[in-house]
């Protein structure tokens, strides 16, 4: 059984600094492309950040370019976002998922497991 638990969330002043950490069980997490997504009440889950298995590369949303870094450990089979300076705007609840594709997309119905979430909160 495949599991993606996010950890990290909180509240933070913004221009403050938060980083989250999504732990994989179940799958061969070397060979899977991870991926942050967000969704703010209202909206669509949209694309973060991703970072693919094939050569390493990472991609962001224009959004966070800049201030967020994802990065994987996978001897830990855990992947991570740095996220600084963040802004009221960045407020939503952040979800990891996996694919085993080995490039990055930035559609969220091609990822095949979703963790649960994890709520950031920026106040401004």
């Known amino acids: 059984q495949v599991q993606l638990i996010e950890s990290g969330g909180g509240l933070v002043q913004a221009g403050g600094s938060l980083r989250l950490s999504c732990a994989a069980s179940?799958?061969?997490?070397?060979?899977?492309?991870m991926a942050w997504f967000r969704q703010a009440p209202g909206k669509e889950r949209e694309f973060v950040a991703a970072?693919?298995?094939?050569?390493?590369?990472?991609d962001y949303a224009d959004s966070v370019k800049g201030r967020f870094t994802i990065f994987r450990d996978n001897g830990k089979k855990t992947v991570y976002l740095e996220m600084n300076s963040l802004k009221p705007e960045d407020t939503a609840v952040y979800y990891c998922?996996?694919?085993?594709?080995?490039?990055?997309?930035?559609?969220?119905?091609?990822?095949?497991?979703w963790g649960q979430g994890t709520q950031v909160t920026v106040s401004s």
């Open positions: 998922a996996a694919d085993n594709a080995p490039y990055i997309t930035v559609r969220p119905l091609a990822y095949k497991y």
């Open positions: 179940g799958l061969a997490f070397r060979s899977y492309t």
């Open positions: 970072i693919n298995w094939g050569d390493g590369r990472s």
